[in-house]
């Protein structure tokens, strides 16, 4: 059964800084897109970032280009996206999502697994 994890969420002010995780477990995901979305009260579910697979290609939203960053440790089958420069605006549940995704790396659909999504609250 596959699942996957996240945790680190929480709420800091702007500015600041936090690291969330996805564990995953039930198959190896070394060859699977991992990336991050998240979807604010009210809105629709956006994309943050991806990596295309082990070694791969990391695909990054605009609006968090040059503050957030995405890394895999394989040996723990864990991704951690890494939150910088937190801004009001970055509040929202995020989710982790694997896939064998070939392209579109941006929609949500092509995703096959989630998480269970994890709340981050930015105060001004």
């Known amino acids: 059964q596959v699942q996957l994890v996240e945790s680190g969420g929480g709420l800091v002010q702007a500015g600041g800084s936090l690291r969330l995780s996805c564990a995953a477990s039930g198959r190896t995901f070394s060859s699977y897109a991992m990336g991050w979305f998240r979807q604010a009260p009210g809105k629709e579910r956006e994309f943050v970032i991806t990596n295309e697979r082990s070694g791969g290609r990391t695909y990054t939203a605009y609006s968090v280009k040059g503050r957030f960053t995405i890394s895999r440790d394989n040996a723990k089958n864990t991704v951690y996206l890494q939150m910088n420069s937190l801004k009001p605006e970055d509040t929202a549940v995020y989710y982790c999502?694997?896939?064998?995704?070939?392209?579109?790396?941006?929609?949500?659909?092509?995703?096959?697994?989630w998480g269970q999504g994890t709340q981050v609250t930015v105060s001004s």
């Open positions: 999502a694997a896939g064998l995704v070939a392209g579109d790396w941006t929609t949500a659909r092509r995703y096959d697994y």
